[in-house]
């Protein structure tokens, strides 16, 4: 029986082993536990002081990991990259070395350069966890959408999970891509083919250019969202056109006849890429998936802490 | 590496049932009373209790089990963390009796983090405890147990273990056991 992690940072989920994913999986469930009682704290991580650094603006992301950390009774401090001195032209790697000088044990990163967390993890010493690089992976993301599928169906395994959208920008969709599989389960992306990357069918991914029939094939429709802010040139004519062919409605769900599970990570354009009728149906698991996101951080959180004592 | 048997199944029974004639004494019909086992093996020691105590007094118990290991004070002290099990407090805790169960009180720092754990639930009216095997004279905190099984003497190079038929369809069975090779 594995009872700590095979790495010293979480930085993408092509690191981890499935026992691995298995173990946070198996950690997050107390943890959720925890967050159901009336005292919603545990003191494991009393020692520890961690440093949210954000270079990206966040809403969940940032706010699940400080919640989870202060739940693990954790000193937290955070740094957006908008009111610090990155501004006035200090490096990463500068910045970072500044904060753990303050004696700061680990180090939560979203940057916008991929595998900026990996740059991290190489040079300095504490434990890293990619909070998002660029358009590389978001594993904790990945997580709690497998950990969100687990506990919706039962298991990941041998379901079919089709991840919609702009899956060319995605850090989401490539670290939901390697969780999937890692735990067994079959991958679908569909959207519009310039927002396909080229090379994806050699992951073992299959690829459906048709909105209706890969919501036909999948259990589970993992929706994302078109990342304007990404896009230098036009992939598509207009939002408008690709709502039209690409937006998930009430009346295309209707017509399957089935059971399907909407996923999403947020932030949502209503009427972009899921209408809200869609959002807000009982098929949607979105706020379940908020709520397991601060499980499953505690667990990353806890099982990487457990690691340093060594 | 040498082991020797303290308590086997039969002076096993007799020795629940004993704690359970102790627990009714003090705790009369267990109306505002709920025992509450430490996971993994106060668990197991916790069922028996319960079903025995169960038939005596013709009702049912109030049952839960307890995790600590996120409350324990040696994470990231020891070499490798402990895996968490299930905490199931299906009950109020607020002004309830409790008695928390354990198979072997040694330092006492299971119990502490067991309290810790507990007072998450809420303020209980008094804790209890009850340890199916108490190794005297190696406790670390201020901590005793009201209810004892067996007691045992014995030395820092020695280890007691708990071998039930729940978790490995064996025999019942607990040895003290003389680690020679590390002094």
Known sequence: MQSQLSVKHLLGIKELKKEDIQLIFETADQFKLVLNRPIKKVPSLRDITIANVFFENSTRTRLSFELAEKRLSADVVNFSSSSSSVKKGETLLDTVNNILAMKVDMVVLRHSSVGAAHFLARNVNANIINAGDGTHEHPTQALLDAFSIREKLGEVAGKKVCIFGDILHSRVALSNIFALQKLGAEVMVCGPNTLIPKYLGELGVKIEYDLKKALQWCDVANVLRIQLERQTIKYFPSLREYSLYYGINKELLDSLNKEIVIMHPGPINRGVELSSDVADSHHSIILDQVENGVAVRMAVLYLLAGKQGQ | ?183
């Open chain 2, 1 to 183: 590496m040498s082991k020797r048997s303290i308590l086997d199944n039969e002076l096993l029974q007799i020795t629940l049932d004993r704690l359970c004639q102790q627990l009714i004494e003090n705790h009369d019909q267990f109306e505002e009373s709920v025992i509450l086992a430490i996971q993994p093996r106060g668990v197991i020691v916790g069922e028996r209790i319960k079903s025995i105590l169960e038939k005596s007094l013709k009702k049912k118990v109030a049952f839960g089990h307890l995790d600590v290991t996120f409350h324990r004070d040696d994470f990231r002290r020891k070499e490798a963390p402990l895996k968490a099990n299930a905490t199931i407090v299906p009950f109020i805790i607020e002004d309830k009796r409790v008695i928390l169960v354990d198979d072997v009180l040694y330092t006492g720092r299971t119990v502490r983090a067991a309290l810790d754990a507990m007072i998450a639930f809420g303020r209980p009216k008094d804790v209890e405890l009850l340890a199916l095997v108490d190794r005297k004279f190696g406790r670390d905190l201020p901590i005793e147990a009201q209810y004892v099984g067996k007691e045992v003497i014995c030395l820092e190079t020695e280890h007691v273990q708990v071998d039930l038929h729940e978790e490995n369809k064996g025999e019942d069975k607990i040895w003290l056991v003389t680690n020679n090779d590390k002094k």
